[in-house]
């Protein structure tokens, strides 16, 4: 790609015919090879080139085209300048503003009592890490295939990471720009971070966040003993993505908000069927029944009268309550009454 020989031959030529002399002095001819100049995108780099006093002729070029032959500036970019270059050894320029298509190889050409000689320096651009696209929030159903995506630019490549910190705490990682997850669950949903880093400055990070749809299941029931004439409070939550709706039974009969004497409240994952004023007829066998586009469950809670029954709710909500468990309940229910 780069041709040493042929910038040699260049500035040989273009130092012989061309340019009118720059400082021409006595003295040892050259500065030592340079290394690489690594500059960010959109700073400025100075290219140095310590000349002495027996260089007669001088150049800079950016590949094989001329920027600077002696003071006199070939490139049309207003970005490359020439330094004063106060100290009479010095020719070196400045490339403003610099972005990704000025790296490459920069030659500062001598010409020294007619032998041609070059110095070389190649200039790096570093680009901070930034996420150019990511998959944006979704909304599965629990088992669904999910890929997500992350992309990212920079210079040098940046290295992307997925992580996914899930409510148990124990962290997901996954370096690439892609994340698939098979048949996702529920807790597989929450928020995913991906990180670009190249180490040029701080990573970028961005998140997508995946909502799992699932049917409902009834985590809890509450029933507390309830004297005649008072206010009686049978609960259920359902945890469901999303929010599972609710309806109460008693036996066969669906029961609605402000008939007979009760109230349904729903909040949230939480429902109450709320008796006003519990009557010897209200005592009995209920069910919670929760709902959603994902699918529909239930639970049986008793309301019963005080001093009966105080854990009732293991029993119920168990599908498979045993018998006996099932036969002490309806034994301390009979017994009451
Ligand atoms: C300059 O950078 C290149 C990679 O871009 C590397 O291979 C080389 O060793 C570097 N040279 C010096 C002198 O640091
Ligand atoms: C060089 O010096 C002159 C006079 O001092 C000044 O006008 C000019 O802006 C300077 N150029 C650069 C590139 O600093
Ligand atoms: C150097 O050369 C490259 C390729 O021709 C060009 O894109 C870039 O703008 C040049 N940079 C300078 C500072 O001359
Ligand atoms: C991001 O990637 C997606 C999928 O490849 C594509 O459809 C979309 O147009 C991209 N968005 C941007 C802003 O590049
Ligand atoms: C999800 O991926 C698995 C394994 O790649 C595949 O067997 C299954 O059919 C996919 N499911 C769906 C719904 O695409
Ligand atoms: C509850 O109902 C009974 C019987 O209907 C009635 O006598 C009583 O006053 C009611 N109590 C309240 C607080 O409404
Ligand atoms: C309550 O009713 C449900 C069905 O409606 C039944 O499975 C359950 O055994 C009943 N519980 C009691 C204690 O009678
Ligand atoms: C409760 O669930 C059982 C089994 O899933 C079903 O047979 C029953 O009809 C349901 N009860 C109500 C009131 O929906």
Redesign the pocket.
């Known amino acids: 790609m780069y041709n040493s020989v042929c910038f040699v031959v260049l500035s040989w030529v273009f130092a012989l015919l061309v340019f009118p002399g720059v400082p021409a002095r006595s003295g040892e001819s050259f500065s030592k090879p340079m290394d690489n100049i690594t500059v960010r995108q959109g700073d400025n780099a100075v290219l140095k080139c310590i000349v002495d006093n027996k260089v007669s002729r001088v150049a800079w070029l ?2 094989t ?1 001329i ?1 600077f032959a002696g003071r006199e500036k070939w ?1 049309l ?1 207003p ?2 300048i020439l330094l004063n270059n106060t100290a009479i050894t010095e020719y070196s320029i400045k ?1 403003q503003n610099v ?1 990704v ?2 790296e ?1 190889p920069y030659v500062c050409s001598i010409l020294t009592n007619k032998k041609p000689k070059s110095s070389r320096v190649h200039l790096i651009v570093q680009v901070p890490a930034k996420i150019t696209n990511i998959s944006t929030d979704i909304t599965v159903n629990e088992g669904s295939n999910v890929t997500l995506m992350c992309l990212a630019i920079g210079r040098p490549e940046p290295t992307i990471m997925w992580r996914h910190s899930s409510i148990k705490g124990h962290g997901f990682m996954n370096e690439g720009e892609y994340v698939e997850i098979t048949a996702i669950t529920k807790e597989q949903s929450g928020i995913y971070e991906c990180s670009a880093n190249n180490d040029i400055s701080a990573p970028d990070v961005r998140t997508v966040q995946i909502t799992v749809n699932y049917p409902p299941f009834i985590s809890d029931v509450r029933s507390t003993g309830t004297p005649v004439g008072q206010k009686g409070i049978l609960q259920c939550e359902a945890s469901a993505v999303p929010l599972a709706d609710f309806a109460w039974y008693k036996e066969d009969r669906r029961l609605f908000n402000g008939l007979n004497g009760v109230k349904i409240e729903n909040k949230g994952r939480q429902s109450m069927l709320i008796f006003f004023n519990v009557s010897e007829e209200d005592y009995g066998n209920y069910t919670c029944v929760a709902m959603n586009t994902m699918g529909i469950t239930n639970a049986s809670i008793i309301l019963y009268g005080p001093g009966a029954v105080h854990d009732v709710n293991s029993a119920v909500l168990s599908p498979h309550s045993s018998p006996c468990l099932l036969l002490t309940v309806i034994l301390l229910y009979l017994f009451k009454f």
Request: aromatic share 8%.
């Open positions: 950016n590949r085209t920027l490139s970019d970005r490359v490339i972005n298509f000025d490459g």
